[in-house]
T-cell receptor, first 115, second 115 residues
Framework: AQTVTQSQPEMSVQEAETVTLSCTYD???????LFWYKQPPSRQMILVIR??????QNATENRFSVNFQKAAKSFSLKISDSQLGDTAMYFC????????????FGKGTRLSVIA | GAVVSQHPSWVICKSGTSVKIECRSL??????MFWYRQFPKQSLMLMAT?????????EQGVEKDKFLINHASLTLSTLTVTSAHPEDSSFYIC???????????FGPGTRLTVL
């Protein structure tokens, strides 16, 4: 069975600064997907970034980037130039290589961006 | 992008009544839909996986007679909370995917309050 661990329940960052959220996972699969989801107060799950395990290059989406270390089973999210709108819960998630299998979520990190 | 809707977004009911929540994929065919439950400040907990035309697979500890899931078409899955009690009050989220997909798509969630 797969597990996802987020060891930082809460974090805060000053506006315009950079913050890194940590995530580790455990799996015996060789191919899989990793995700970071944002859940703002509206509680809508918003996909922030996706990483395919067979791709060595770290995924990047504008101010969001990941540091994917497959051997270490680590998948951290870096948010650059933090904005007030980044305040939310962030969930790291694992998915086997097909969309008809459930996501496995970490417990989440509550990020507060301070003006 | 793929869109998933949920209806209703918020429902209040009396203890002992049944409530039905709908999850629809609006612009794609979802062979598989997932139902999650989320308590305040916690992560998403998978309740069940439903494949179109088949019986749902429930996670351990989830009462299948209480949480009835039907996935009768490729665009609609329903979750019925039977004989609801206050402890069933929660946020229910569905997601949808298909074989070979590289992600899943989330509905906006339904807030259930049982009085």
């Amino acid at each position: 069975a797969q597990t996802v661990t987020q060891s930082q329940p809460e974090m805060s960052v000053q506006e315009a600064e950079t913050v890194t959220l940590s995530c580790t996972y455990d799996t015996s699969e060789n191919n899989y997907y990793l995700f970071w989801y944002k859940q703002p107060p509206s509680r809508q799950m918003i996909l922030v970034i996706r990483q395919e395990a067979y791709k060595q290059q770290n995924a990047t989406e504008n101010r969001f980037s990941v540091n994917f270390q497959k051997a270490a089973k680590s998948f951290s999210l870096k948010i650059s130039d933090s904005q007030l709108g980044d305040t939310a819960m962030y969930f790291c998630a694992f998915m086997k290589p097909s969309g008809n299998t459930p996501l496995v979520f970490g417990k989440g990190t509550r990020l507060s961006v301070i003006a | 992008g793929a869109v998933v809707s949920q209806h209703p977004s918020w429902v209040i009911c009396k203890s002992g009544t049944s409530v039905k929540i709908e999850c629809r994929s609006l612009d794609f065919q979802a062979t598989t839909m997932f139902w999650y439950r989320q308590f305040p400040k916690q992560s998403l907990m998978l309740m069940a996986t439903s494949n179109e035309g088949s019986k749902a697979t429930y996670e351990q500890g989830v009462e299948k007679d209480k949480f009835l899931i039907n996935h009768a078409s490729l665009t609609l899955s329903t979750l019925t909370v039977t004989s609801a009690h206050p402890e069933d009050s929660s946020f229910y989220i569905c997601s949808a995917g298909w074989l070979g997909a590289d992600t899943q798509y989330f509905g906006p969630g339904t807030r259930l309050t049982v009085l």
